[in-house]
């Protein structure tokens, strides 16, 4: 089985712009979750979506923003990007149903000059 | 509001050794599970072991143990046998009952394996 496969792997940006994420799911997955990394942070929460929805949300601005699709690939959005967006985010999938163990990607890592 | 500390920023072995990795964590939630997850340079996290409070039986992977002390809310990782290839950043997580595809996730520990 093919594991969760994140693009771009690197990308730099400026201020200001915006930037979308993808993440493809393991196949038969259903659930994908969002995370930042960064040294000062860790690990944070951003987003999970279900079936197309999201079930839940992390204390994030709205300026991150993210969707799921029928094929259960999901895209994360950050618009108007500032210094502090520079991190890895880290895409993770699983089953869904009650909490089955999350399957992590290699990650996006977001520069920002 | 669910809080996973590790209390050790860096942590040594010699190879074939054992080493313990701390972890504490604070819940609401009666229903939850716990993780350790490997990140090693090439950034991917990997899962190492899974443990559900509701069994009282301590998880175990290969040379990978864990000690759950659910009144202490401690959850350490053992590993046993220690190889290079364990060298790593390892996370520490908590998922709750009710909290879908959110993982709450330690300070991390590096943990440095020396031939």
């Known amino acids: 089985k093919a594991g969760v496969t994140q693009t771009p792997r690197y990308l730099i940006k400026t201020r200001g712009q915006q930037v979308t994420l993808s993440c493809s799911p393991i196949?038969?997955?259903?659930?994908v979750s969002w995370y930042q990394q960064t040294p000062g942070q860790g690990l944070q929460f951003l987003f999970e979506?279900?079936?197309?929805?999201?079930?839940n949300k992390g204390n994030f601005p709205g300026r991150f923003s993210g969707r799921q699709f029928s094929n259960s690939r999901s895209e994360m959005n950050v618009s108007t990007l500032e210094l502090g967006d520079s991190a890895l985010y880290l895409c993770?999938?699983?089953?869904?149903?009650?909490?089955?163990?999350?399957?992590f990607g290699d990650g996006t890592r977001l520069s920002i000059l | 509001a669910q809080t996973v500390t590790q209390s050790q920023p860096e942590m040594s072995v010699q190879e074939a050794e054992t080493v313990t990795l701390s972890c504490t964590y604070d819940?609401?939630?009666?229903?939850?599970?716990l993780f350790w997850y490997k990140q090693p340079p090439s950034r991917q996290m990997i899962l190492v072991i899974r443990?559900?409070?509701?069994?009282?039986q301590n998880a175990t992977e290969n040379r990978f143990s864990v000690n759950f002390q659910k009144a202490a809310k401690s959850f350490s990782l053992k590993i046993s046998d220690s190889q290079l290839g364990d060298a790593a950043m390892y996370f520490c997580?908590?998922?709750?009952?009710?909290?879908?595809?959110?993982?709450?996730f330690g300070q991390g520990t590096i943990l440095t394996v020396h031939p």
């Open positions: 993770a999938s699983s089953a869904g149903q009650g909490n089955q163990p999350q399957h």
């Open positions: 196949s038969g997955h259903r659930s």
């Open positions: 979506y279900f079936s197309e929805t999201q079930r």
């Open positions: 819940t609401s939630e009666s229903d939850y599970y």
């Open positions: 443990q559900e409070a509701y069994k009282q």
């Open positions: 997580a908590h998922s709750g009952g009710t909290s879908y595809g959110k993982l709450t």
